[in-house]
């Protein structure tokens, strides 16, 4: 049961409408911020290129970046794993 599961269990089954009442808020103000900041994030990003043509570039240059270590993880995973003991 994950903690939010729990909590939420409690606040239904705690007779203290008060306490049912800060978990509501406390969960609606965590929602709030969480949503804040995915559009700060997305401004963010919106920000940081002129362009979709240079988001592109940039996410293809990112891309194969990431390919070419992943290649080389791999390869080193080899390496390791084709040892005789």
Known sequence: M????????LASTASN???????TLSFSIMDREKQLSILYQKQGR????????ARDEWLQREIDDLQRILSS?????????SFDF
């Not at 993880?73 to 794993?81: C, S």
Request: proline share 0%.
């Open 2 to 9: 994950s903690l939010v599961m729990f909590v939420a269990n």
């Open 17 to 23: 409408g008060y306490f049912s009442n800060c978990l």
């Open 46 to 53: 919106a920000t940081q290129f002129a362009n979709k043509a």
């Open 73 to 81: 993880h791999l390869a080193q995973v080899l390496k390791i794993t």
